[in-house]
């Protein structure tokens, strides 16, 4: 069985679990080691890190502001004209 040790599984790692992990690799079979930063060695198959992502993307998507709705415009002020130099 051939492992890949890919950045972009450091990056999720460190999204999913909030931590950088020792080590990891990525598994022909989709699945991801990970040895977190106090030895414990965690095998997550592909549809658990699914879940996790779909679970992550949503917690990171509620937590974003709120797009607030264009406040009504002001009535204009109108200004008296002034002539200068005169």
């Given at each position: 069985m051939e492992k890949r040790k890919l950045e972009a599984d450091a990056k999720l790692?460190?999204?999913?679990?909030?931590f950088n992990p020792l080590d990891w690799c990525r598994?022909?079979?989709?699945?991801l080691v990970v040895i977190n930063p106090i030895?414990?060695?965690f095998v997550y198959s592909p549809e658990e890190i699914s879940k996790l992502s779909?679970?992550?993307?949503?917690?990171?998507?509620?937590a974003l502001p709120k797009p607030k709705a264009?406040?009504?415009p002001k009535h204009k002020t109108v200004h008296p004209?002034?002539?200068l130099g005169a």
């Open positions: 790692i460190l999204i999913l679990f909030g598994r022909d079979n989709g699945e030895g414990q060695k779909d679970k992550a993307l949503v917690k990171k998507e509620s264009d406040p009504k004209k002034v002539k």
